[in-house]
T-cell receptor, first 115, second 112 residues
Framework: EAGVTQFPSHSVIEKGQTVTLRCDPI?????LYWYRRVMGKEIKFLLH????????ESGMPNNRFLAERTGGTYSTLKVQPAELEDSGVYFC?????????????FGQGTRLTVV | DQQVKQNSPSLSVQEGRISILNCDYT??????FLWYKKYPAEGPTFLIS?????DKNEDGRFTVFLNKSAKHLSLHIVPSQPGDSAVYFC???????????FGAGTRLAVHP
């Protein structure tokens, strides 16, 4: 069974441009999360979907970030316009439905560099 | 304010010896703790977890200890192997929420 997949693996864009990251969770996983790691620091929570609904978006940095999960399958995270401080590795994770204490499975991440 | 802290950015251990990675937390509402391992250019991989109602969980060479009164947990790897060289992240969860709160990670190097 395929794991969590993310596209692209790397993206280099100029400040002010738009970038869209995509995440395909493990099939059947209703919970989908976005995280970000900046400059080798801690991995920070961005938001959590349950199916197509945003359950918790308390970690979204500002309104330049827009996450969607149409149909409750794959998710996209759009940054518009990108700023230098948005550089980092963006991870997507998914977990099974109806569970509280269970591990989340992570994708390999998208390394975003804003120049 | 960082709620999960891994104060050692790096650790070097000889193959065959014990590796001890430490993690401290500040939020007393955390009730579930996890360790993830991360290799370069890969996503974090789940390693082991522990509920706050326990003080120890063991899985093969990996054991996690939880000291609730001290708000401290540790991951023991014994014996350490070169393939264990990676960045280890401690993470915590508040029972009311599904999100994970991570520490900054500890880079473990296991050398011959």
């Amino acid at each position: 069974e395929a794991g969590v997949t993310q596209f692209p693996s790397h993206s280099v864009i100029e400040k002010g441009q738009t970038v869209t990251l995509r995440c395909d969770p493990i099939s059947g996983h209703d919970n989908l999360y976005w995280y970000r790691r900046v400059m080798g620091k801690e991995i920070k929570f961005l938001l959590h979907f349950v199916k197509e609904s945003k359950q918790d978006e308390s970690g979204m940095p500002n309104n330049r970030f827009l996450a969607e999960r149409t149909g409750g399958t794959y998710s996209t995270l759009k940054v518009q316009p990108a700023e230098l401080e948005d550089s980092g590795v963006y991870f997507c994770a998914s977990s099974q439905p109806g569970t509280v204490n269970t591990e989340a499975f992570f994708g390999q991440g998208t390394r975003l560099t804003v120049v | 304010d960082q709620q999960v802290k891994q104060n050692s950015p790096s650790l070097s251990v000889q193959e065959g010896r014990i590796s001890i990675l430490n993690c401290d937390y500040t939020n007393s509402m955390f009730d579930y703790f996890l360790w993830y391992k991360k290799y370069p250019a890969e996503g974090p991989t789940f390693l082991i977890s522990i509920s706050s109602i326990k003080d120890k969980n063991e899985d093969g060479r990996f054991t996690v200890f939880l000291n609730k009164s001290a708000k401290h947990l540790s991951l023991h790897i014994v014996p350490s192997q070169p393939g264990d060289s990676a960045v280890y992240f401690c993470a915590a969860k508040d029972g009311g929420y599904n999100k994970l709160i991570f520490g900054a990670g500890t880079r473990l190097a296991v050398h011959p």
